[in-house]
Structure formats: structure tokens, C-alpha cells
């Protein structure tokens, strides 16, 4: 038996070395898409004003600690225009127990503030539009836009970014842009909205950062770091 789990791993190993991007890219998208054709976010909210607040929130910070502070937040300002009017001090006594709640106090403030002057309080459909409001950069306007509208735009956060290199579906990329510039390069356009929650997910339930769980993994023969570990 212990003889057969060698010779399966030595090919596993064998195939894996060998594999082209495609082939990895291909195996991937065809096992998330059968074991999780459906991925979301883990972050509560009911509309596009919450999940921008959440999603700020989240930053370096875990979403179920954006779950416990968002209830008494949204009951507090229930509305853009309610946090619009709100002191940064207002708004940091509600957020004070996630991380950097400063600057992202600021930030809430901001952002309420120019999404109901410039924007009339609607979330604008459009990436580029979006980051024009305060603590909203390239990821968290692409989480917008891929999770409200369903707009191809992949975000690229650390657990992306370290996910993507680790299994092998990108290779040399420095930070999160050049990640994302290679997984649409491979990626369908319809599949980019739940590509970014399936990495996300993975990487936080099995591809962990310090102990990844390889012998549970779905996706570990299409995985280069499992190839280069399996014969260890």
C-alpha cells in the first residue's frame, strides 16, 4: 500500500513538473467549477453602501470581525447620507476594535461624503469611477464591481496574490497588479467574478499561509508547490 501512495505521488510529481499554465489554469477552473460553482463573500450586507463599508473595513483585518462591527454601524448610519454626516470620531468609536480604525474612520467619512455629492448616494458601476472615493483603491473596487454587478474585474488581495503564486497559476509577479494582470490573461471573463472568492476561499480554509493542507487539497496534482514537495 505504502508502495502504491509513492508511485502515485512520483506521478503526480512527474506530471505536475511538466504541466503548462493552461493545463494548471484548465484543471483548476474545472475543479472549483464542479466542487464550488458557488463562491461569495463572507462579508454581510444587504446592499452596495454596506458592502463598500465592509469591504473597507476589511482591509488587514478579518471579516468576521467586519461581521461583528457592521450590525451596530449600519443601525447607527443606516444610510450614505447618515455617514456622510457623521463626525470621524462618531464613526471610530464603532470600528475602534478593527484594525487601523483611523484612518479608516477617515476614510468612511470620505468616502460617504463623495459618494453623495458626486454620485447622489449610488454606487457608480464603474472601477475607475469608484476609486475616486476616499479608501477605495483597485481591489476593493473591483470587489464592488465583480460582487454588485458582476463586471469581469478581478480582485487581488494578499491571499490572491499569495494563493495564485503558490499553486503555480502565476509565476515571478511582485505584487497583487502583476498577479492580476496574469490570472486574466487565463481566466474566462464570465468565470473573473467568482475566480477572486474561490483563491480567497481556498486560501483560507486549505492553502493556508504557514500549513496548507495539501493531503485534503482537491487541486494538489495541478499544484506546483505540491509538486515540488510531494517526493520530500
Request: glycine letters at 6%; charged letters at 25%; one cysteine or more.
Amino acid at each position: 500500500m505504502k508502495e502504491k501512495i509513492r508511485w502515485e505521488e512520483s506521478r503526480i510529481f512527474t506530471q505536475n513538473s511538466c504541466m503548462r499554465t493552461k493545463e494548471r489554469f484548465d484543471g483548476v477552473i474545472a475543479w472549483f467549477s464542479e466542487q464550488m460553482p458557488v463562491a461569495e463573500t463572507e462579508l454581510h450586507y444587504t446592499d452596495a453602501y454596506q458592502l463598500a463599508v465592509a469591504t473597507i473595513l476589511s482591509a488587514q483585518c478579518t471579516d468576521k470581525r467586519v461581521n461583528m462591527i457592521t450590525p451596530a454601524f449600519f443601525d447607527r448610519f443606516p444610510t450614505p447620507q447618515d455617514l456622510a454626516g457623521a463626525t470621524t470620531e462618531e464613526i471610530y468609536e464603532l470600528i475602534k476594535s478593527c484594525s487601523y480604525p483611523n484612518n479608516k474612520a477617515r476614510n468612511l467619512s470620505g468616502m460617504a461624503q463623495k459618494l453623495v455629492s458626486d454620485f447622489g448616494g449610488v454606487m457608480p458601476d464603474d472601477p475607475e469611477k469608484m476609486q475616486q472615493l476616499p479608501g477605495v483603491g483597485r481591489k476593493t473596487a473591483h470587489v464592488l464591481a465583480s460582487v454588485l454587478f458582476k463586471k469581469p474585474a478581478l480582485a487581488v488581495d494578499t491571499h490572491v496574490h499569495r494563493v495564485s503564486d503558490r499553486i503555480g497559476l502565476t509565476t515571478g509577479a511582485k505584487n497583487p497588479r502583476q498577479t492580476e494582470m496574469q490570472l486574466v490573461r487565463h481566466i474566462p471573463g464570465e468565470l473573473i467574478p467568482i475566480a477572486h472568492h474561490w483563491l480567497i476561499l481556498h486560501g483560507r480554509y486549505v492553502c493556508m499561509a504557514r500549513k496548507p493542507k495539501c493531503m485534503e487539497c482537491g487541486i494538489s496534482r495541478f499544484c506546483r508547490y505540491y509538486s515540488k514537495n510531494a517526493e520530500k
